[in-house]
Every structure is written in C-alpha cells, then in structure tokens.
C-alpha cells in the first residue's frame, strides 16, 4: 500500500529521528474500543486520551479531532486512519493507538472501513515534528504484516508491543 500520507511526506523527510515510543505509551493503546460511528469512536478516544493526560479536556480533544475529520478524512486506506488535531496546552506530539470492535466506515478513499486508528495530539505551534511523525506512521503502515499485526491484537498489551517493534523486526515471529 502506497499510503496518501506517505506520497506526501517521505519524500519531502529524509529521516525519521521520531520512534513511535517517543509519542506511544501502553495507557493510551486499546484494544476493540466499541463504537458505532466515526464521531462515536472519536468521543471514545477523546475521552480515554483525557484521562491519561493531565490538563487536557476530552470535549476540546473530540471537538479538535472531529473538526479536523471535516476538513477531510484521515483514513490513509486499508483499514487504517491517523485523526490528528492541534491542540492548545499540549506540550509533545501525543500519541494514541486503538482498534475498534466492528470496522467504521471513515470515508476512505479505498472504500476500506478503518480497523486501526493511530490518534495524534499535537501542540499548535509543532510543524516539522509533526510531519516526520506521520511519515514514520506511513511507513510502518504500508506493511501488510504491521497492519495485520495490530488489527489482530487480542490484548491492550500486544497491541502495544506489536506497535513499538521496529520496522526490522519480524514481526510474525513476535506474533508466537
């Protein structure tokens, strides 16, 4: 898969100083989150990213998030969406990795319903880290065996660890 987000960004940054456990912590990843709708999963999300993150309202981190998904989807295709919203009072790029119980229909461009979604909050004033962020999360998601990976995740811990492998690891022999 030849992301959107990837035929933008990788070849405008030649490297990606960004790992994902720099932004990725095991209390923002889940597990088969239960929503119906895009704006269902988002208040979902929203509202698990507040309680770990102090100072951070979930309202502002939903209304962020689906004014964003109104500009334009974030679903990159097969299965997969990065909804990402500046934020006032964030401090680093933070990340939060969910997969839903049932696919959501996020207006794909492949028509593909999303199974993973890779949330960014970012502070308002972070350009260049931003863009390598979502260039480091392109590249990883362009391999069918990190995607399915994450997608079959049973656990909130394995959905971390099969996250945070590197790209240079097998990972279907992380997966025994």
Known sequence: MRSSISRIFLPTISHYPVNIESIL????TRCNIVASSRKKALE???THLAATLEGIDAEEIFTR????EKIGTTAIGEGIAIPHCRLDGCNSITGGLFTVQE???FHALDKTPVKVL????VPVDEVKEHLEVLAMLAQRFESQDYRNSLITARQN???????TIEPTT???QQQG
């Open 25 to 28: 912590a095991p209390d923002r």
């Open 44 to 46: 979902e999300i929203a």
């Open 65 to 68: 998030l689906v004014n964003r």
């Open 103 to 105: 696919p959501i229909d």
């Open 118 to 121: 890779f949330v960014l909050l």
């Open 157 to 163: 811990d394995d959905l971390y660890r099969m996250a």
């Open 170 to 172: 097998d990972i279907r």
